[in-house]
């Protein structure tokens, strides 16, 4: 064998351990179709992953969440969502794509639960259903597009429709709907269109937390869209998305009004709005 040729195999070598480790280890293991270190539960719903050397028990309470979330979006999961859920941090700072107490990637809707999650789930600081509830929204609707559509579909709706659906605004840090009106009576507003771009970060907002705030608005939007066109409009208009992502034209299609004008009255309707607390919302289902 000449010198040549044994580089090559020792490149070639190189690189699998390397990808084997990324797959198993690092990462690429949210992509990865085996999984090393975690103890699957096949549930009739979901398949929760639990890292191994974890306590957990309420299997059958995630699975019961499948059927809810479904029926607020009105869709079915094409395959059974996968839960990963991490004991340990180093773990999971490794192998995850995000530090986000839990995420879901658009690519395969593998949803992603931190040992921090976890904790502040058993503490009661969050509630272990909510955040679970808000993942599988995303992980539903990831599942009815393609990866690139997936990845293109609207981020501030994709996040308004997990907040109002798991009926997140008022729990833990988020502020609920009145809370959420006052603060953008006073001058705070993220456009839609900014959100997670560089225009984002450029948007002064007066809060002591604004992410939360920014959730919650973008779930005031979704709540207004339901209370003011219906619910049978709204869910068009989510599904719409799903395999096309112009929004701007689809929405004037469902919902007769230009965005960026609905987004005006939307404002309007808030800023002249003394109590939010006194019209009714309607409760996701
Ligand atoms: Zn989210």
């Not at 480790?21 to 690092?26: I, P, R, S, T």
Request: charged fraction near 25%; charge should be positive.
């Amino acid at each position: 064998m000449n010198v040549k040729k044994k580089n090559i195999i020792i490149g070639l070598l190189v690189l699998t351990g390397l990808m084997v480790y990324l797959f198993f280890f690092g990462k690429l293991f949210s992509f990865s179709p085996i999984i090393i270190g975690f103890e699957k539960h096949e549930l009739t719903n979901t398949i929760v992953y639990t890292q191994r050397g974890m306590s957990f028990s309420n299997y059958e309470k995630i699975d019961t969440l499948i059927p809810v979330v479904e029926k607020f979006h009105d869709l079915k999961y094409l395959k059974k969502p996968e839960i990963f859920l991490f004991v340990d941090s180093i773990g999971y700072m490794r192998r995850s794509l995000s530090k986000a107490r839990f995420w879901t990637l658009f690519f395969n809707s593998r949803i992603f639960g931190s040992p921090w999650a976890l904790k502040d789930a058993r503490s009661g600081r969050i509630s272990l259903e909510i955040y679970l509830k808000h993942e599988l929204s995303h992980s539903l609707l990831h599942q009815q597009s393609c990866p690139i559509r997936a990845r293109k579909y609207p981020k501030w709706l994709m996040e308004g429709i997990a907040v109002y659906s798991s009926n997140q605004m008022g729990t833990s840090v988020y502020p609920d709907k009145s809370e959420t009106y006052r603060l953008i009576q006073a001058g705070n507003f993220m456009p839609p269109d900014y959100f997670r771009t560089t225009k984002e970060e450029k948007m002064r907002l007066e809060l002591e937390n604004r992410a939360t705030f920014i959730y919650s608005e973008f779930a005031c939007i979704v709540d207004y869209l339901i209370t003011t066109y219906g619910k049978n409009k709204f869910l068009t208009y989510m599904k719409i998305l799903t395999k096309n992502n112009d929004h701007d034209t689809i929405f004037k299609q469902v919902f007769g009004i230009d965005f960026d004008k609905f987004l005006i009255d939307f404002k309007e309707y808030v800023v002249n709005n003394e109590n939010p607390a006194k019209r009714n919302r309607t409760a996701p289902n």
